[in-house]
Every structure is written in C-alpha cells, then in structure tokens.
C-alpha cells in the first residue's frame, strides 16, 4: 500500500470519534475521500454500485467549463492590450489574464469552500462538492474588474442564503453562482453593469458589451459576427467565447450529465422570442430589429444555456418539465434584452425566475401523471 | 402471439461469473434453515422446539396474524436449532436433515374436486401457500382474497440470474399442473411472460390454460411487477398474485405427487465463484455445503442469497433464502483506490453513465465489488433513475413522498405498484448513493400499518 495511505490510517484515528481533533472529522473526511475512493462497503439494498458518484459529475462540468476559462483568461488580456493599445504577444496576454483572473479564484474557493467545510462540521455531514463547480463558475460570469471584497460577499451570500439554509447541495432553489451574480447586480450596480467595468487595467475605458450597444439599435453594434462568436468582445469573464461554450456542451450532452433538452429547448425559446421580436419591430435599427440569433452569441446567453440552466438541482426535474422550463427561460431573457432598457442582460434573470418556477412546472407534470394513472384505472 | 411488449429503459449488468449450464454438485442436506425474515411483515408463532423430530413438511411456524399460514419443513430430521436476534425476533429455524425422506402426505384434491376451497387447503397446510405473493407490497397473499389475476415471470433478466429453461427443464409435467391449480385461485387467469426472443426455443409457451404474453428489453423487463404494470395495472383496492415460476413447479409436484418437494436446481454465479454452475440442492440449503464453489483466496468475499441488486447477504454459514435459486458472490470492495473518482480511464470499472468508457465496450463483463464507489449525498440528478424504471411513474417523487410519509402522495405516485426490486437499477445507478430500496421498504411497511 503506497505512504500516501499508511500516513492517512496513521492520522485517522486523530481525527475519528474520540480522538484529540475529533472536531475535524468532515474535514478529515473530505480530504481523505478527495485523495482516496472511500473503503466503504454497501450495506442493504444492492451489493453493487455504479461507478459514477457525485464527485465524478461535478469534475465533468469541470472539464467542460475548463474551454471558457482558458479562453476567458486569455482575453482579459486581450481586451486590455486593445484598451491600453498596447502591442502584447500571445503569452503575455494570457500572463495578464491569468494574474487578473487568480485572485478572484482565491478569493471565491477561499471563502465558499470555507463557509461548506464549517458547515458540514457543524451539521456533522460529509463536505459536498457542489461548489467546487459553483466556485469556478462564479469567476467566470462577473466583469474581471470586480472588487475582491464584493466578490467575498457575494459569494458567502450565495453559499449561506442560497444553498446551506435550504440544507446544502441538492435542496437549493436556485442556482449559486447566478445568486452570487445577482447579489452583485442589486447591491453593487455600478460595478456590474455599464461601459466601464469589463477590461481590466485601464482606467476610464468605454469598452460597451455588444448587448448594451445593440439596445440602442443594430447600428450601434461595432463588433462582427465571428468577433462575437469567438469571443473577442468585451463581457464577464467565461462568458464572451460562444464557441468555447459549445465545446462544453459538447462534454455535458456527451457524458449525459447537462440536459441536451434544456440547452435545445432554451435556444429555440431566444430564437422565437427573437423573431416575434423582429417582426413586432417599428423599424430596421431599433432594438427589436436585431435578428433572432444574434442573441445567442451575444452577452451571457450560451453561457448560462449550457452551464446554469442545466443545474440538475435547480432546474426542472421531469423530463417533459425540462422543455417548458428551458423554452421559457429563452423567451424570457430575450425579453428582458429587449423591453428592459436599463440593463440590457436577461440571461441571469430569466434563470433565476424559472428557478423559481421550476418546482411549479414540475408540479404540473406530475400532476398530470397522476391524473393518466388514476384514468387508466377506470378503462381496465 | 400476443402483441409483444417492448421495453427500452433499464440495465442488464455486465458482471462476470454467469453461471453455465452444467450441475456441478448434488447437496445432501445436512443441516437446512427456514427464515421468517424472507416474508416481509411477517411475525411469526413457533410450532416446534428444538430436539422435535420433523418431516418433510411438518409445520415449524407459523404466521400469528393468520394462523393457517404454515411453513414447513423442507427436509426430514430434528429441529437442531432456533436462532432468535435482537428483542428475540425470530431469526432461522435450523433443522438437521436425517435423509430419510420421511415426508407428510397430503390429500391432494383431483379431478372434479379441485376447486378453490381444496386447493386453498392443501396449499396452507403444506407450506406452500407462502410461494403465493400478492402485490401491492410483495407479501404472502391473504387466502380470503380472490385476486385480480396471477402473474408469473418466465424471463430472467436479473443479474447472472438461473436460466429458468434449464433449471425446469424436466419439470414441464409441474408446471402444467401447477398453472392448472392456480388458475382455480382467480377468475382472471393466469399470466404467464415469455422472453420475446426466445421463447420458442423452449417449453414454457406450450404450457395450457395460461394467458401468455411477450416482453423484450434489459432488466428489469423479467420483473413481474414491470411486467404487471404492462399487463394490467394495479389500481388502489385491486390485488394481484404472483409466483416465481420455479415455485409453480414445487406446488405442481406437490398436487402431482402429494409430497411437499423441496428439491430445487440453483445457480451459483458471481465473479467469486470458481466454476459459475448450478447445483442440485433443496430450500434453505446451507452456504457452508456448497462452499467449495466460491473463492476466498483473493480476500474477503460477500456471499448473496439472490442477486447482485435485491439479494441478501447471508454470509458463509448463512443458508438460502425461501423465494430465491441463485446465489452470488462477490469480492467485498473494502480497499482505499487514491484518486480513483478522477482518474479519467477506470477502464476495469462499469458505469451506465458516459462519464466512463464503459459503454464503448458493451461485451465486456465486469469484476463487479461492493464498494460504494462514493459517498452518500442528497438527490442531485434527477435524470438518472427513469432510464432504468420502464413504467410510467416519477421515481425520485415517489422516493421523496415515502421520505415525507405523504400516503395519499404515495398512492398517486405508484406505491402499489413496485416494490424493492423493480426500484434496484435505480439505486445501483445513483450518483449519490442513497439507499433507495431501503426507502422503498419504509414506504411499504408504513403503507401496511396505515392501510390494515
């Protein structure tokens, strides 16, 4: 057995019931089930387990988010060689972005995983992994200029009042990482929203984000289509790369761990949104006018279709519930774009309410399920 | 041929150690055991004491609830032990077998007088009325009830599960009679599923007065309860029987032969068995007799009476379950694997999800263990647990109003349709490794106290 596994049977004792840190023990356990699939035995029920557990789930939304940061990283380095008109090569671009992007990982692992390890200790639970996913994901859907200590507060806000009141990973309403987003938006405007917030390093600079250009009219929009699809624009940090998304969707759909349902059901909702959208539109440089699709590169759209409405806690949890929630989640961010001039992003709203709604939906489904049995007893 | 039934969703699991067909070993009984604890919901009041001298159907116990339930003896000798647990429940009446197969005979009914009333009579007092289960909750049906239907599986899709073609196969004449006395139980008939596959290939579709129908998929297609809910539903009020079919066969010999006869032709099966085969023994066989066929060289070993998904650990000196004819064993999983959830390959390990590669190789077989694989967390994917339940019924909703202990949701969401195994696959795939057969029992036994 290697030394690895002898130093953990060594300390364990430690840390189990009645040792000197039994105080410990979830934090013991997390790291040792962290470094070693557990011995642990089936008890009743089957004798046999799949291999799958919640671990490797949350290391596959992991990987797949793995493209948008990478691409995130890079082009916070980007945007900023273009803001300070500064010629940087390829690697001190990315050396930019990662120096910009580290602290704020720091600062969200630091703090959320803090606040699960006191929690599990206090409930006496094993530590959840649900934010490791959350942790990397929060980084990535806020301006990169944000604030560290607005970003701490966010985070423990999120952790606290949005997962471990309702009982930690698995009863949670909404979805962490947008609840964090959403707590910046409402408490701290100024830093979220507007041209001013979204390249780092240069003071004062007027990057617009193609949505609040293209809430003025389609004329306004200056960055091209393949800009906006590859990510090149100005936007949170994971956000921007459209193509990166997809290469995530890509290992979700893949590894049936994201709903394929939802992600399709949300973009045909922006898609007929939008349409209506153009053909409500009084004239061709207006808002409304912008073609359906533009939505889908545009702002956190993909983002948050692929990676924050397929949360499996959060969104609906039957099948036929997943089309209603996803479509409806489309059609309502593109209407926020649309009507909400104030802040042109819909994507974290629109999640956030059919999180609400989630339940509802499913609770209809059901229903109607219970209504087919009940009728199926009288025919036989 | 009736319509054929096709069923998508579920599992076969790919576990090695399927057992060929071959009798590798007769048992002689030495010493054999009944246990109350294979009949749900059952207390039971002793007959004998230890030191009687039994025979091949002399009652040992019986139900305190409905007293002409037996359950008898399944060999002939002296009643060597009882084994109480905890609070001196009831635990296993051992009896050492003299093998002189001195047995109770019984008046079986023939001809004109099979009705209902003597088959009722003869079932009971020969211990075989306990093969009948009745659904909803899978315990031994109520002799007072007339049931909806009986329902019998001829299809075997449980893991390394005993090929039922073969273990039956010289016993096509009980069967026949079996069906016949069953039939006289219900006005509805007796349902008798076929593998749709190859069904033709063997015996059980020329059997008479059965109403047959056809099902293919993986497991668990050959669930009964599965297969019921294709059939004919099972609404509140209604009750339905079923029988594991090589049960039919011992209540056929028992109306052929007026003996109650306890031979039966098991499997041996596992990926810690030396030579997967069957085995010719009787009901309630000793571990210990056929503890030549398992391997305990490569550590510890867990020994199943059952499968892999709803058997029970009964250990070496443990003996065979009332209603099962397949044992499993398995190599225990109690190792510590570093990095072993992120380790991208795993190639040795199965998962029915694709976050493994398991489903590129769909002919490999399995060493299947009894590590967890994880920790226990909340319900996380919701996903999961309907691709392996084909019925029409939402099973995390169902699992969280038995936790809740909501009966009318209960109900609505289909309690009186499963029970433990039908729900299995759903808990051999859980991310979060909650015991939901175990939920499934709490519903079950809390529907049967509030509903008496």
Known sequence: MSKLRKLTDKIKPTFSKGGKLSFLHSTFEAFESFLFVPDRVTSKGVHVRDSMDIKRVMTVVMIALVPSLLFGIYNIGYQHSLAANADMGFWAMVWYGFLKILPLYLVSYIVGLGIEFITAQIKGHEVSEGYLVTGLIIPLIIPVTTPLWMLALAVAFAVIIGKEIFGGTGMNIWNPALLARAFLFFAYPSHMSGDQVWVAGVDGFSGATPLAQTSEGLSSLHYSVSDMFFGFIPGSVGETSTLAILLGAVVLIYTGIGSWKIMFSTVAGALVMGLIANLAAPSPDCALAIPAWYHLIMGGFAFGAVFMATDPVTSAQTESGKWIYGFLIGVLAVIIRLFNPGYPEGMMLAILLMNTFAPLIDHIVVGRNIKRRLKRAKTV | ?452
């Open chain 2, 1 to 452: 041929m009736s319509e054929q039934i096709r069923l998508k969703k579920g599992l076969d699991l790919p576990v090695k150690g399927a057992a060929l067909r071959k009798i590798s070993m007769t048992v002689v009984p030495d010493v054999v055991a009944l246990k109350p604890t294979d009949f749900r919901s059952l207390t039971p009041r002793m007959l004998v004491k230890e030191g009687d001298v039994v025979k091949t159907g002399t009652p040992l116990f019986a139900d305190k609830k409905n007293p002409e339930i037996l359950f008898t003896s399944p060999v002939s000798g002296t009643v060597d032990a009882i084994v109480r647990g905890e609070k001196r429940k009831l635990l296993e009446v051992r009896i050492k077998s003299d093998n002189k197969g001195a047995a109770v005979k019984f008046d079986v009914p023939t001809g004109p007088s099979l009705d209902r009333e003597s088959v009722v009579k003869v079932l009971l007092e020969s211990g075989l009325w306990p093969c009948i289960k009745q659904r909803p909750y899978g315990i031994i049906a109520d002799p007072s009830v007339t049931p909806k239907a009986i329902f019998i599986s001829a299809m075997a899709t449980a893991p390394l599960a005993a090929d039922l073609e073969y273990v039956l196969q010289s016993e096509i004449d009980a069967l026949q009679a079996g069906v016949k006395v069953l039939g006289k139980l219900t006005k509805g008939g007796v349902h008798i599923s076929l593998d749709a596959h190859n069904y033709t290939s063997g015996s059980f579709h020329k059997l008479e007065g059965v109403i047959c129908h056809f099902f293919s998929g993986p497991h668990p297609a050959g669930n009964v309860g599965v297969q019921i809910n294709h059939i004919s539903p099972i609404s509140k009020g209604e009750t339905v029987w079923t029988v594991d079919l090589f049960l039919v066969a011992a209540i056929g010999k028992l109306f052929l032969n007026g003996v109650y006869d306890t031979s039966r032709v098991i499997a041996v099966a596992g990926p810690a068995v030396v030579n997967p085969s069957y085995v010719k023994c009787c009901a309630g066989v000793a571990m210990e007799q056929i503890s030549d066929l398992f391997n305990f060289a490569n550590g510890n070993i867990r020994i199943v009476s059952g499968d892999l998904l709803s058997g029970k650990a009964v250990g070496r000196d443990g003996f065979l379950g009332f209603y099962d004819n397949l044992v499993t064993a398995l190599p225990e999983g109690d190792y510590h694997e570093l990095f072993g959830w992120a380790k991208p390959f795993r190639l040795k390990k199965f998962s029915f999800s694709r976050s493994y590669y398991s489903w590129l190789m769909p002919r490999k077989k399995y060493n299947m263990d009894t590590n967890t694989n994880g920790g226990e967390r909340a319900f996380v994917l919701s996903d999961v647990y309907g691709k392996v339940l084909p019925m029409d019924i939402y099973p995390v909703y169902l699992f969280k109003a038995i936790l809740a202990r909501d009966i009318e949701k209960m109900e609505n969401l289909g309690i009186y349709e499963i029970i433990e195994e039908d729900v299995a696959l759903c808990e051999f795939v859980c991310p979060s490794k909650i015991e939901i057969q175990s939920i499934v029992s709490q519903g079950i036994e809390l529907m049967i106290k509030e509903m008496s």
